[in-house]
């Protein structure tokens, strides 16, 4: 139940700016890792272009972006 109340209270002030003096957004810089099947079968890998997700500053997912935490465990940049 503490985890229902503290996502709706996350939510409202995500998406109403409570309080003003936080930004509710931020950005990470991330880099793609391709893997390349080589005719000989093994995988190389190609780092893409960085580039830059948007991200939410919170605990859980809202308004359709990832926590920026998460976005900066999973995607790490070079």
């Excluded at 003096?21 to 893409?48: C, F, H, I, N, W």
Aim: net charge neutral; proline share 8%.
């Amino acid at each position: 139940m503490l985890t229902v109340i503290y996502y709706v209270g996350e939510f409202i002030s995500v998406k109403y700016r409570i309080p003003a003096s936080r930004e509710p957004l931020g950005t990470v810089q991330v880099t793609k890792l391709y893997a390349v099947l080589q005719k000989d079968g093994k995988t190389e890998y190609e780092a893409g272009e960085p580039e830059t997700q948007t991200c939410v500053n919170s605990i859980f997912p809202h308004l359709g972006y990832s926590p920026c935490w998460y976005e900066s465990i999973t995607k790490p940049s070079r």
